[in-house]
């Protein structure tokens, strides 16, 4: 039981590349979350997914898509890196019935230079 | 002003004290509390959880909440080297569950 897996674990990208972070659960759960952390910022919620086939803005989504492809993942797409970018991001995951556990995925190291 | 305040820290305690971090939030709808732990280029997971006013223990971490303060507080007894970590307070927003509001954290260094 693999959790929340998420691709690429580090990644270096020059301004303006584009990317895809990916991400997968194997919890069959609703719920999926994007977040990005920088020192001193905390978590901030960039998109979210409370079920397949929708998707819905967090605190931060400027500068980044979403797609809920089915149930299992949920990717994040930066179509023009920028500097400001520079984080790491963690795919998260949230069951049904109430659950408030987030599971998160081990996060992917981005610098954009 | 930011939703979710934690000092920082470093907050350094001897091993076999007690530690205790604190959290105040500024949204009186909040319903739900959470501590996140933290570990050095890991990801966060869940430790603890509140919805009630007053003291919810287990094992080693007691959770403290009041709402008409606005505060929740964890206290981690008998502090081992193994809890340093970062931890991280999350509340419920309006947006419930799918939108909790973290804290930037505060850093637990534990000292043999």
């Known amino acids: 039981n693999a959790g929340v897996t998420q691709t690429p674990k580090f990644q270096v990208l020059k301004t303006g590349q584009s990317m895809t972070l990916q991400c997968a659960q194997d919890?069959?759960?609703?719920?999926m979350y994007w977040y990005r952390q920088d020192p001193g910022m905390g978590l901030r919620l960039i998109y979210y997914?409370?079920?397949?086939?929708?998707?819905d803005k967090g605190e931060v989504p400027n500068g980044y898509n979403v797609s809920r492809l089915n149930k299992r993942e949920f990717s994040l797409r930066l179509e023009s890196a920028a500097p400001s970018q520079t984080s790491v991001y963690f795919c998260?995951?949230?069951?049904?019935?109430?659950?408030?556990?987030?599971?998160f995925g081990s996060g992917t190291q981005l610098s954009v230079l | 002003q930011k939703e979710v305040e934690q000092n920082s820290g470093p907050l350094s305690v001897p091993e076999g004290a007690i530690a205790s971090l604190n959290c105040t939030y500024s949204d009186r709808v909040s319903q739900s509390f959470f501590w996140y732990r933290q570990y050095s280029g890991k990801s966060p997971e869940l430790i603890m959880s509140i919805y009630s006013n007053g003291d919810k223990e287990d094992g080693r971490f007691t959770a403290q909440l009041n709402k008409a303060s606005q505060y929740v507080s964890l206290l981690i007894r008998d502090s081992q080297p193994s809890d340093s970590a970062t931890y991280l307070c999350a509340v419920t927003s309006s947006g419930g569950y799918n939108k909790l509001i973290f804290g930037a954290g505060t850093r637990l260094a534990v000292h043999p």
């Open positions: 919890m069959n759960h609703n719920s």
């Open positions: 998260a995951s949230r069951g049904t019935g109430g659950a408030e556990k987030l599971f």
């Open positions: 997914s409370a079920s397949e086939g929708t998707t």
